[in-house]
């Protein structure tokens, strides 16, 4: 939690556009601002707002559509070796670095989507309250520009007032034959929407989606946003997606092994208790 940063003469009107401008160089181009109402009404009282940050007026929900955070990642590697191999989870990392920089007036605190994260947060609740999307048959956001391909990376609670962003009310995926659903191997869309449970089951047995994902990748909208084959097994497999982020930099990859999906303490990292 911060106190003492200053936003300039500008004033809290112009607080949304600074931090967007001060993060677009990293890759984190998605920013929408949810109403702390609408976020109390949606969540348990430890996950309301006086728990979180007391007098909370505003919330940013902070996210990197299409490959320019990985693409800023691999350079920052690139750059700096260090970035990759001192860090379990280098794009983590990177996106705390690249936020915690951000110069940001009065009380505020910050909160990572992260596996690390001190704190979980329901971030598709806050990042379709805050306008960036609606609820796919994956159970990933979809955003109107990026579609599948947009990574929910952030979120900071303000005691500044900000102007929130209207949530999605339509069926972002309405029309849509199910793509995703035809393409999954392991039958994770029993009932047309995506089921942890048969996905999990699947993992267990076959490692086809050891490093991407056939159902995310069918889905049209968005094409253009789509990650690289690199990015897709960093974020699918860690551990050997690894030495694909040091190769793309150009850089020794260290052994230290990263961590991907964790199916069976997934439910208790997010259960809120």
């Known amino acids: 939690m911060e106190t003492g940063n200053l936003l300039g003469a500008g004033g809290v009107t112009e607080l949304r556009e600074r931090i967007s401008h001060a993060l ?3 890759g984190l181009n998605v920013v929408g601002v949810a109403d702390p109402a609408r976020w109390d009404a949606c969540v348990p ?3 309301q707002c006086e728990a979180l940050l007391p007098g909370t007026r505003g919330i940013l929900v902070v996210g990197s559509g299409g490959p320019g955070l990985w693409d800023a990642l691999v350079e920052e590697c690139r750059l700096r070796p260090e970035a990759l191999q001192a860090q379990a989870h280098p794009l983590d990392a990177f996106v705390r670095r690249a936020v915690e920089a951000v110069p940001v007036s009065g009380r505020h605190r910050w909160f990572f989507a992260s596996a690390d994260a001190e704190l979980h947060l329901d971030f598709r609740m806050l ?3 805050a ?4 609820k796919s048959r994956m159970g990933l956001l979809l955003h109107r520009e990026h579609g599948l391909w947009l990574g929910l990376r952030a979120a900071c609670f303000l005691d500044q007032p900000l ?3 209207s949530p999605e009310t339509s069926d972002p995926c309405a029309g849509c034959p199910g793509y995703c659903a035809q393409a999954c191997p392991g039958g994770a869309f029993p009932a047309g929407e995506w089921q942890v ?3 999990a089951e699947f993992h267990g047995v076959s490692t086809h989606c050891a490093s991407s994902c056939d159902a995310r990748g ?3 909208r968005g094409a253009g946003s789509r990650y690289s084959a690199d990015e897709l097994h960093y974020h699918y497999n860690r551990g050997t997606g690894r030495a694909r982020l040091a190769a793309a930099a150009g850089v020794t990859h260290d052994t230290r092994v990263g961590e991907g999906p964790h199916w069976g303490t997934w439910r208790d990292r997010t259960r809120v208790r």
Do not use: F, K, Q
């Not at 306008?131 to 609606?134: A, D, S, T, V």
């Open 131 to 134: 306008g960036l999307g609606g």
């Open 24 to 26: 677009a160089p990293s």
């Open 163 to 165: 102007a929130p962003d």
């Open 127 to 129: 990042a379709h309250l």
């Open 45 to 47: 009282a430890t996950r």
């Open 197 to 199: 449970e048969p996905c």
């Open 218 to 220: 069918a889905c049209p």
